[in-house]
């Protein structure tokens, strides 16, 4: 129940290729769904987040799609660069709760 | 502005021995405060919380143990160390979700090898 699966573990994009990582989950209180981008040997940095309430969210290059009776919320990365290239979490939390929890990571590559 | 600070940032350890690893934060009252560890090329697991000084709430049975002394500071700690303890551990606050953006801010982690 209180479980994040994210899919896939690992993933290798040319440069300009659209990465996407998707994240499902069981507990339907969950109403709050953030992604974190972690650099080799760099603790992990909150990217973009989205609420249930809304389908879709963009900041910059990045875009969370969220589908609230599939139980599922992905991130694509438009035009991707080598700088992209980092370890992604999904995350889930509830409002007032005490911690998110966290998908195992998506280690990202992307070639020049 | 709110930081947060860890070190140290690597620590090569013999087996059996102690460790104390160290965290606080600036720039903000009452946190939430987290320890994590993360193996090479896995997730975060965590291993402990605290909601308020001498409150610590542990997620993982395991040779380890964590304390907050005072309202910004959290350590963790082990008397002996095993080789199963290496990884890199990671320390992060947050502060009650009161709508808007949340999340946690991590520190720039702990890289612990024991030999």
């Known amino acids: 129940q209180q479980q994040v699966k994210q899919s896939p573990q690992s993933l290798i994009v040319q440069k300009g290729g659209i990465p996407i990582i998707n994240c499902a989950y069981e507990?339907?209180?969950?109403?709050?769904f953030p992604w974190y981008q972690q650099f080799p040997g760099k603790g992990p940095a909150l990217l973009i987040a989205?609420?249930?309430?809304?389908s879709e969210k963009k900041e910059g290059r990045f875009t969370i799609s969220f589908n609230k009776s599939a139980k599922q919320f992905s991130l694509h990365i438009m035009d991707s660069q080598p700088g992209d290239s980092a370890t992604y979490f999904c995350a889930a939390g509830i409002q007032g709760a005490q911690k998110l929890v966290f998908g195992q990571g998506t280690r990202l590559t992307i070639n020049p | 502005s709110q930081t947060i600070h860890q070190w140290p940032a690597t620590l090569v350890q013999p087996v059996g021995s102690p460790l104390s690893l160290e965290c606080t934060v600036e720039?903000?009252?009452?946190?939430?405060l987290y320890w994590y560890r993360q193996a090479a090329g896995r997730g975060l697991q965590l291993l402990f919380y605290s909601v308020g000084i001498g409150q610590i709430s542990s997620e993982v049975p395991q040779n380890l143990s964590a304390s907050r002394p005072q309202d910004r500071q959290f350590i963790l700690s082990s008397k002996k160390l095993l080789l199963s303890d290496s990884g890199f551990y990671l320390c992060?606050?947050?502060?009650?979700?009161?709508?808007?953006?949340?999340?946690?801010?991590f520190g720039s982690g702990t890289r612990l090898t024991v030999v």
């Open positions: 989205i609420r249930p309430d809304v």
């Open positions: 507990n339907t209180a969950f109403d709050y």
């Open positions: 992060a606050w947050s502060v009650p979700w009161q709508g808007g953006d949340y999340g946690y801010t």
């Open positions: 720039g903000t009252s009452n946190p939430n």
